[in-house]
């Protein structure tokens, strides 16, 4: 009687931390069986629900009129019917495979996270994902704009990459709507630029996304990534690690949803983003995430380097569905991959990785397809040309950005020095403005202005003063001198 599926995983295994138990391969358990309750026949009928991914063909109708078939592939929830036998086969299949689930998921999910934390100054992680498209909208729309296929879409890929300075979130947009590794490279382009030229230093980029086989886990995005990780930007080591299968939403989806939330907002504030420029200079305004567009050119100058279906299905090697981790270097054409991820070191052989494509010859490759390093080399130059005018453009945009910075610096210290004049002779006045009133009440008369003049003015004023005395005594002497003469001479 068991109460989980973990508890059946612990029941068949010898421990769950163990590879070889958990994959099914260890002699001492390998062969462990389920043990169901034996009081119901095994002919018994009985029936349940599986998740059941099949294939359905769909009709396409075009504008002419003319009908073609397309296939989708539809995951649906089933009642299924059987003997009870056949149930317990499909659990002990359905466990085998949980098994392998539940070894990868912890592990990996905590290599990627303690790489994200701990990374070196010559490192960066650059996480990506493919947002669901957004279909274009109009602030007011008739109803046939709803329901008819007029509804363009336009491609995200988002993600955000990691540097020992911080992180930067990043969304390229296209009306484009190819998600394959053609597209992945000219999504990846601009962001791969900005890097380089930003971080000079970076030789070691790891790649981390989910793994549909159609976009990210295939021989083409992998061959893309040795020819232009390598070639075009010269990075000395380059890892693609996939993170395992429902490990739930990421940082990139979370972008995603911004940037879609942000432009229903525009579309809510009465404006029309009818196709995917629109929707760029509309988000450009309002984010902060790094934007960029990519054109059918784009796309179409990633396409002339993939090789022909021949030379990539020589390139094809087994088990590509199971690994988690791709390292590749420089140094040669050789990729190594193994069944998770590990950061210790670059050559650590923990997991024992498995090499392949060692024995590729890239020159035939080169020869027999579109003339690989031609185009690589062209591109390369073409690379150090588009860096180096960007460099100097990015250094011309920085001194004029400088610059301006400088005098509106100027400007801000001359106009917080008028505000601060101003705000002070306000102040004084208000403060002189709230004291006189005080004053006056206080001696109920205005108060007299007394000027306190110099030594000099003082002397000169007790001088003067002393003279007109003097002056004053003579005229008086003079008087009563007079005065007694005149009475002297009457007598
Ligand atoms: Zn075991
Ligand atoms: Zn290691």
């Known amino acids: 009687m068991t109460g989980s599926v973990d508890d059946c995983v612990k029941h068949i295994t010898c421990s769950v931390d163990h590879k070889l138990c958990m994959y099914r391969q260890c002699i001492s358990c390998c062969s462990k069986q389920m043990a169901f309750a034996e009081d119901v026949a095994e002919d018994t009928d009985v029936c349940w629900w599986a998740w059941v991914n099949k294939s359905e063909q769909r009709v396409r109708r075009q504008a002419d009129g003319t009908e073609t078939e397309f296939t989708v592939r539809i995951t649906s929830k089933v009642k299924q019917m059987g003997s009870l036998a056949s149930l317990k086969e499909q659990f002990t299949q359905e466990i085998k495979q949980y098994c392998i689930h539940k070894y990868n998921i912890i592990p990996q999910h905590t290599e990627l996270k303690n790489l994200r934390a701990n990374l070196k100054s010559n490192e960066c992680v650059i996480l990506v994902d493919f947002s669901e498209n957004y279909s274009t909208k109009y602030s007011t729309e008739i109803q046939s704009v709803h329901f008819g296929a007029s509804r363009s879409q336009v491609t995200l890929h988002t993600g955000v990459y990691y540097t020992s300075c911080g992180k930067e979130s990043f969304c390229t947009i296209s009306s484009n709507l190819r998600h394959d590794p053609a597209a992945i490279w000219a999504h990846m382009r601009p962001i791969l630029t900005k890097i380089k030229y930003k971080y000079p230093d970076i030789t070691v980029v790891h790649f981390i996304s989910d793994s549909p086989s159609s976009q990210y886990r295939c021989v083409k995005n992998l061959y893309l990534m040795k020819t232009l990780m390598h070639q075009e930007y ?84 087994p088990g590509i569905m199971q690994v988690h981790q791709i390292r590749s270097t420089a140094r040669d054409f050789s990729l190594q991959h193994r069944i998770l991820s590990c950061f210790c070191s670059d050559l650590c052989d923990f997991f024992q990785p498995k090499v392949v494509w060692a024995n590729v010859n890239v020159s035939k490759i080169n020869d027999s397809d579109k003339s690989v390093s031609d185009v690589s080399d062209t591109r390369q130059v073409a690379f150090i040309a588009t860096t180096k005018k960007g460099a100097a453009k990015c250094r011309k945009n920085e001194k004029v950005k400088g610059r301006a910075q400088k005098s509106s610096n100027v400007a801000r210290k001359v106009k917080s020095r008028k505000a601060k004049c101003r705000s002070d002779r306000q102040s004084k006045q208000k403060s002189s403005d709230r004291r006189r009133p005080l004053l006056a009440e206080r001696h109920d008369v205005e108060p007299k202005m007394t000027i306190r003049k110099p030594v000099w003015w003082q002397k000169r004023q007790q001088l003067m003063s002393g003279l007109q005395c003097l002056f004053i005594m003579i005229i008086q002497k003079f008087y009563l001198i007079a005065l007694i003469y005149h009475k002297m001479t009457r007598l």
């Not at 229903?264 to 629109?278: F, K, L, S, W, Y």
């Not at 509309?282 to 022909?308: E, F, G, H, R, W």
């Open 234 to 317: 010269g990075f000395q080591h380059v890892t693609w690690n996939y993170t395992e299968a429902g490990h739930g939403k990421g940082p990139a989806d979370g972008i995603g949803g911004v940037l879609k939330r942000t432009a229903d907002e525009v579309v809510n504030a009465g404006n029309d983003i009818p196709d995917a420029a629109t929707l760029y200079h509309s988000l450009q305004k309002k984010t902060c995430v790094d934007l960029y567009m990519v054109t059918d050119a784009d796309i179409a100058n990633i396409d002339a380097i993939i090789p022909t279906a021949k030379t990539l299905n020589a390139l094809k090697f």
